[in-house]
Nanobody
Framework: QLQASGGGLVQAGGSLRLSCAASGRIFSNNGMGWFRQAAGKEREFVGGISWSGSSTFYVDSVKGRFTISRDNAKNTVSLQMNSLKPEDTAVYYC?????????????????WGQGTQVTVSS
């Protein structure tokens, strides 16, 4: 019900745009989040957006570089990643919260996409 795409290989300093398409009744009333999981590490919160798109917030390590947006008419949420660093390398997941706002609490996210690999070379 959530399909993430847009991952790939990019050099440090480059950009990628991830997209997440939602199907069914998931989406317009749900906060959305992006998480990532690097090899051998716990899945971590990257950023989130409220159901209306009026509120976003990010983990400190990506502030000023990543931007989350959503298009409720198209049931999509995007993660624009600029100035990428090797430490951004991970599998990125989109997730839909059971709440109208997003948070960094994984327990609040009911639906998860399958993940898309982002690799940043130095």
């Amino acid at each position: 019900q959530l399909q993430a795409s847009g991952g790939g290989l990019v050099q440090a300093g480059g950009s990628l745009r991830l997209s997440c398409a939602a199907s069914g009744r998931i989406f317009s009333n749900n906060g959305m989040g992006w998480f990532r999981q690097a090899a051998g590490k716990e899945r971590e919160f990257v950023g989130g957006i409220s159901w209306s798109g009026s509120s976003t917030f990010y983990v400190d390590s990506v502030k000023g570089r990543f931007t989350i947006s959503r298009d409720n008419a198209k049931n999509t949420v995007s993660l624009q990643m600029n100035s990428l660093k090797p430490e951004d390398t991970a599998v990125y997941y989109c997730a839909a919260s059971r709440r109208a706002v997003s948070s960094n609490n994984r327990e609040e996210y009911t639906y998860w996409g399958q993940g898309t690999q982002v690799t940043v070379s130095s």
